[in-house]
């Protein structure tokens, strides 16, 4: 069931409340996967203004409520934050909010690290582990991308 979404680009005041889904969202599915040290790493990096001030943002709402975002880096080839209220997963937002990123960016070979909690959703979406699990500053993910000769061989 697809949900009648309106994805549109963030501006700069529309960032905090973004940023506030996205803790929420993280601190329910993902964070259980994280030690401490990792829960605080990624609070640290979504409050770090330099950092986010080089990302491209957009959200999806539903009836003017913003229920998911994603945002990409490095001229829109890795996915930085990818978050769906989870009153709205498995409702096609998130499919919605990927084919956002391919129209607009148009990156030959998208890249993303997977949180274990998201792998699934990633391979569903098209992407292939290219390493396996790591964990930096208590941060677990899993190197993935998009595109690419590797596309049909995963």
Request: proline share 3%.
């Amino acid at each position: 069931m697809v949900l009648d979404i309106f994805i549109r680009s963030l501006n700069e005041n529309e960032i905090a409340e973004a940023l506030s889904l996205v803790w929420s969202v993280f601190m329910e599915y993902e964070a259980p996967d994280y030690s401490k040290e990792g829960v605080e790493e990624f609070y640290k990096s979504i409050h770090d203004e330099s950092y986010l001030s080089r990302l491209c943002t957009y959200g999806a709402y539903r009836d003017d409520k913003l229920v998911g975002v994603i945002a990409t880096r490095n001229e829109g080839t890795h996915i930085a934050l990818f978050f769906v209220d989870g009153k709205y997963h498995r409702q096609g937002i998130g499919k919605k909010l990927f084919q956002t990123i391919l129209r607009e960016c148009h990156p030959d070979k998208l890249t993303v690290n997977s949180s274990p909690y998201a792998v699934p959703v990633y391979h569903k979406l098209g992407f292939c582990d290219v390493d396996k699990e790591q964990v930096v500053n208590g941060l677990r993910f899993t190197p993935m991308e998009y595109g690419g000769w590797y596309r049909d061989e995963c």
